[in-house]
């Protein structure tokens, strides 16, 4: 089954809101850089192999931390508000920062347990395997839950009748040498689980949004190499069991429950992401072309399917949704106006 209207909409928004904010800070041109003379005297090393590639040294170190930007939005509101759009989940903290009840709790025997288990894993005498792992921390005893977990925050967190689901969204270059903590946060934080959601299936992953390690000339972008990939990251393979993670459109996939996934989020994200994004937005801000074809067209082609709604019932809008009407669908910032949205949403059932 393909991404429904409602997903397709609520995924297109998520990328006009990057692309916009990303428009807004693009260096244009080197007039107004900001002064780098370490990285500039650094660069004057490379400067025959940037040269054929590179004019303009000051635009480059602008335009790389301007990448930089990129990746860290993607990385913390792009991905995460994506898979949430997907499965209808949510970001959770078990860290104690609202107080010694959002701490969960394991049994000394977990807690025994995990550590035998990092002990092992450390000292290489044991493969990751995590099916005999699962065994030793879910545990079904009477033994009170006294040891408190450690702190961990799921990017992805949801429970269905059956069962519950963590995933912590990493970037496809994580911390050297972080794989030995991950691992025992994720150890007891499932182990915690387990008991605070007792009789349901307990699953934690960490999740990588695409497979860097991927040939674009002959493979597909939306291809993963597990193996490969576990050989690009330091210290993964001896900790994790490949069971336990989830990469590209593995990933996609599972939050969503449909294959190809990932090709429709990269679909929706080609087709907004042009050369003419910027005129094509300001045409959609625009409220004096909300009557042309063009407009329309604009709302097909990037997935406003209630946009579109809401423009074929304008004229039964009265009072206050008349005026909700009249404003953006998007503020300043790129943000979709979800006041706006309540308002037409709400006048429309009555």
Known sequence: MALTNSVKEKISIEVIKTLKSKFDNFPQDASNNRNAPFHEAFLNAFSDKIGENVSNVPFFIS??????????????????????ILCGGEKKEYTGGRGEDNILKMTASQKHAVSDIITK???????????????QIFQNDNEKCVE?????SADVFYEDDNSVVAIELKTVKPNKGGMQNEKQKILEGKAALYKKYSG?????FIGFPFDPTVNTASE????????????????????????????????WDFLYGE????????????????????????????????????????????????EKEFLENKNNYTGRAQKAYN??????DGKYDDNRYKILKEALWN
């Open 63 to 84: 335009l790389s931390s301007w990448l930089h930007g990129l990746n860290t939005t993607l990385g913390q509101a792009f991905f995460e508000n994506v898979a949430h």
């Open 121 to 135: 894993l450390s000292n290489g005498n044991i493969i990751p395997d995590l099916e005999s792992e699962n065994k």
């Open 148 to 152: 408190p977990a450690m702190g961990f």
């Open 200 to 204: 349901k299936e307990i699953k934690f």
């Open 220 to 251: 597909n972008m939306t291809s993963y190499n597990k193996s490969r990939f576990f050989h690009n990251i330091v210290g993964i393979d001896k900790f994790f069991d490949s069971k336990e993670t989830l990469v590209a459109s593995e990933l």
């Open 259 to 306: 294959e190809n996934t990932m090709e429709e989020i990269l679909s929706i994200i080609n087709t907004i992401s042009t050369t003419v994004f910027w005129d094509k937005f300001r045409l959609l801000t625009d409220g004096s072309k909300r009557n042309t074809q063009e407009y329309l067209d604009l709302l097909a082609e990037w997935n406003l399917f209630s």
């Open 327 to 332: 404003n953006s669908p998007f503020k300043a």
